[in-house]
């Protein structure tokens, strides 16, 4: 069982940053991707940022150019950087992981609020 716990959310005006936080713990063996989702009534939940556990990272073309993915091994904790905030940004954001097992594990998520 792997345990995600999203903090780093908040308001902010268009135009500005924020870094979401993801510190994860539990069994990491067989963990081979990290993710960022989002979801809103209308999109639902989409990933929108993902890498793996050998480094390569993937983003949904929303958000390429101003959102980065990073993990820090030693901190165990997986980070969102997000910049040039629109409101179309607005959502609940979501960490989760992967496992070889085909199991798939949730933060709680955190709102993340872009005004305009």
């Known amino acids: 069982q792997v345990q995600l716990v999203e903090s780093g959310g908040g308001l902010v005006q268009a135009g500005g940053s924020l870094r979401l936080s993801c510190q994860y713990s539990?069994?990491?063996?067989?963990?081979?991707?990290w993710a960022w989702f989002r979801q809103t009534p209308g999109t639902g939940r989409e990933q929108v940022a993902a890498?793996?556990?050998?480094?390569?990272?993937n983003y949904a073309d929303s958000v390429k150019g101003r959102f980065a993915i990073t993990r820090d091994r030693a901190k165990n904790t997986l980070y969102l950087q997000m910049n040039n905030l629109k409101p179309e940004d607005t959502a609940v954001y979501y960490c989760?992981?992967?496992?070889?097992?085909?199991?798939?594990?949730w933060g709680q998520g955190i709102m993340v609020t872009v005004s305009s």
């Open positions: 989760s992981t992967v496992s070889y097992g085909a199991n798939r594990y």
């Open positions: 539990g069994r990491l063996f067989d963990i081979y991707n």
């Open positions: 890498t793996t556990t050998g480094g390569d990272e």
